[in-house]
């Protein structure tokens, strides 16, 4: 590698939990974030830097930018997916985004959010990812996607009202959520249908993402009677899983590893003392290692 490559590198490694962070939640894909980073750096090669001023912001705006046109580009994919997609989970013990120390940074890596965030348009995510998690300024916003200022806001505050309208169902605190998916997972474990009943909302709903290569349900369960039947007969007690305990985004969550070798990454969305969401992950191309 030449110095100039090298420093270039040091450069981009300077930033990049940041960045990473950045294109993971405009894309809920740790593996096409990755590719944005590698896009970004070759981009950063070819670039003059000597009339870069600040580095954090040129590649921000690069690696924004690369995310979006992604994003765009995957709706077809999108539609030939089997069954539901789901964020690629990631476990944060430790964070390769860096710090979470701020809780809309950690907040905004959520899979409820970031299942929630799917559902708005390339420049309304961006938007949103960049003010409330990033706390960039409207007009830092504005130079990155060549829209004003005003254009901007009007996008955040499109985004606000969507995810807010999906955010009720996930307001409870990381020990809430702790004490209702152990709960879960035990009753699952014991067949116990009426202890998850009581667990889980009337309303609450069971995403599962197989992606068409392990087994998973390829349309949502729907309502709390259809979700505790369908987990106490994936989890019951006549079945031989082995979960372990980890945190992925940011969230409590499990690793399942059945018999045949295959692992579910499970995390929930809770509200007022009740399930209101479970995702779960069997994906092998997203699950994390269950070792």
Known sequence: MTTEAAEAAGALQAHRPMLLGLAYRLLGSR???????????????????????????????VVTRLALDRLRSRQAARETYVGTWLPEPVPTEPSPF???????????????????????????????????????????????LDRTPQDCRQLHHRAVTRVRQEQRRFTASRSERERLLDAFLAAARDGDLATLTGL???DATA???GGGRVRAARNPV?????????????????RDWTMRRVELNGEPAALMTGQDGNTYALTIAAADGRITGIYVVGNPTKVPAAS
Do not use: C, K, M
């Open 200 to 202: 889980v909302a009337s």
């Open 207 to 209: 995403w599962n993402d």
């Open 31 to 61: 593996h096409d974030a990755e590719d944005v980073l590698q896009e970004a750096y070759l981009r950063w090669l070819r670039v003059d830097r000597s009339t870069v001023d600040e580095p954090r912001r040129y590649l921000s705006r």
């Open 222 to 238: 729907f309502g709390a009677d259809r979700v505790a039947r369908f987990f106490a007969g994936i989890y019951g007690p006549d």
């Open 98 to 144: 860096g710090p979470l120390d701020r809780a809309e940074l950690r907040d905004s890596l959520s899979t409820a959010l970031l299942h929630v965030l799917e559902r708005l348009t390339p420049p309304e995510r961006a938007v949103y990812v960049l003010h409330t998690a990033f706390e960039l300024p409207y007009a830092e916003i504005a130079e990155i």
